[in-house]
């Protein structure tokens, strides 16, 4: 018994090695910041210990960097290849507050940004990294952005160095985001542009404005992650020109990840207060430059937030994408939004982009709000092309009217793609319009409060099947309603045949 206590104590002490993976060949090199000056008070200035730091350890060849318990105060945080950056139990890097002037400032950047600030300048973020090999950022600590910003001021006068990204990765392979925790996290908790062979595991963010952006990025997994975003976006995959060119998104998986819209911090406090934005949601674009293909979403929850949308409105191409075994509740605004605009905010202002080949599948969402459902919509000569809707389950607030019913809405054409500019659907289920090439099968869409719109209004739409569809309906009013359809089969769907 002497003997296990001396073993159990002697692991336990062993705060560096001890939290790493066994190795079979060596140990990893171990760098404690604590060694190089760090004083984790939450008064010092960490970060250019922590900078030595991780400098000594790229100079050796690479190795672990390691943040025992305490709050270390940071501006820019530069990462290297061949590093692992190790958070332990109780360790906080907390965003230096603006007035130390501690960020690095924005890099140059060549030619016109057509994109915005926070996806045009990487180094004014808390961490960074840059044409990396081999980055684990990984541990059960914690990241709180603490003073950095959330708005789009990182270059102009007054705003120089302004520190406004957490975690920010350009052109970098062979990434590992893992087990952390990250709080208040800015413009952007995570920014990958340009980035391949990256995992993000395990990670729950708790932010007020983006959660993860993926943007031109290849080979990416996000797995396992509890993303609360009530101001912006909880994950979206982009494809910006940030790279001074077109970049395509693709091969991305993204699976067992959930995603609210709650007030911020009230996830991490376990109170999940309802929030008035709603936001929170997975969303592609819009940025869409280059576009996204191969793409699939599955196993995800939605609570207190907006649905899914799926945006190509700056001249890319959007194919291959599956998506399948959602669950939302309390559903702002709409569930599922699929939509092809021409605003191409680029240097290409003609070229209008494609959408085609979209799988959704096996979708159960309540609490929808009553201005809109679904939203499938091309434009005028261009239509989406080939989405199959299987197994979708929706309920809906309702409360719809006859004046509703009866609205024509906008096209989105060069407008911002947000449901919010169509306003209220004509159908309170689905909204379909320049489609070519539409399934519907196994389809239940019901409402709470009696809704005077049908529940389908499908207008320019080449090739409608449905199948097993089921439309709750008010007493004089039709289920459906088609306009220009071209190539319309209805099967075992009573009350539409």
């Known amino acids: 018994m002497k003997r296990l206590t001396v073993v159990l104590i002697l692991v336990l002490t062993c705060s560096c090695t001890s939290a790493q993976p066994a190795v079979p060949s060596a140990p990893p090199v171990c760098y404690n910041v ?76 060549g030619g016109i940004a057509y994109q915005d600030g926070g996806h045009t300048y990487f180094h004014n973020s808390l961490l960074w990294g840059e044409d990396l090999t081999n980055v684990v950022i990984s541990g059960p600590g914690r990241i709180n952005g603490g003073g950095l910003t959330r708005k789009d001021k990182e270059v102009g006068e007054g705003s120089i160095g302004l520190g406004d990204k957490t975690i920010a990765l350009k052109r970098c392979r062979q990434v590992i985001i893992q087990d952390l925790t990250i709080f208040h996290g800015g413009h952007f908790a995570i920014l990958a542009t340009g980035c391949q062979n990256m995992t993000i595991d395990n990670v729950v963010i708790d932010t007020d404005r983006d959660g993860i952006n993926l943007d031109c990025c290849r080979s990416v997994t996000v797995s396992n992650c509890r993303i609360n975003a009530p101001n912006d976006d909880g994950l979206c995959p982009k494809s910006s020109f940030a790279l001074g060119r077109a970049v395509i998104t693709e091969d991305i998986t993204i699976v067992n990840c959930q995603l609210s819209g709650f007030e911020e911090g009230t996830l991490l406090d376990g109170t999940m207060k309802p929030s008035k934005n709603k936001n929170g949601r997975i969303k592609f674009g819009t940025e869409s430059n280059g576009g996204f293909r191969n793409i699939t979403i599955a196993s995800c929850t939605f609570r207190g937030c907006r649905g899914l949308a799926l945006e190509e409105v700056d001249g890319g191409i959007m194919e291959n994408i599956s998506i399948t075994n959602l669950t939302m509740m309390d559903v702002d605004d709409y569930p599922i939004y699929i939509t092809l605009g021409r605003r191409n905010r680029g240097p290409d202002s003609t070229t209008i982009g494609t959408v085609r080949n979209i799988l959704i599948a096996n979708i159960i969402a309540t609490g929808i709000d009553s201005m809109s459902g679904i939203h499938i919509t091309g434009l005028p000569g261009k239509p989406v092309e080939d989405v199959r809707l299987q197994n979708v389950w929706l309920t809906f607030k309702g409360g719809g009217s006859r004046a509703d019913a009866d609205r024509v809405p906008a096209e989105l054409d060069r407008g911002y793609p947000e449901p919010r500019r169509i306003g209220t659907t004509p159908g309170y289920g689905l909204f379909a319009r320049h489609v070519k090439g539409l399934e519907l099968s196994d389809i239940r869409l019901r409402w709470e409060r009696e809704d005077l719109r049908p529940g389908l209004a499908c207008v320019d739409v080449d090739g409608l099947t449905i199948d097993h569809c089921s439309v709750q309906a008010a007493r004089g009013v039709t289920p459906a309603r088609f306009e220009q359809i071209r190539g319309l089969a209805i099967r075992n769907s009573p009350g539409l045949e």
């Open 34 to 109: 604590r060694d190089f000056g760090a004083i984790g008070d939450g008064k010092t200035l960490d970060s250019p210990a922590i900078n030595r730091t991780i400098e000594a350890c790229a100079q050796a060849g690479g190795g672990t960097v390691y943040l025992p318990p305490g709050t270390y105060v940071s501006g820019s945080i530069r990462l290297k290849s061949n590093l692992h950056l190790w958070l332990a139990m109780g360790a906080v890097i907390l965003g230096a507050p603006q007035e130390l002037n501690a960020y690095d400032l924005p890099e140059p950047f």
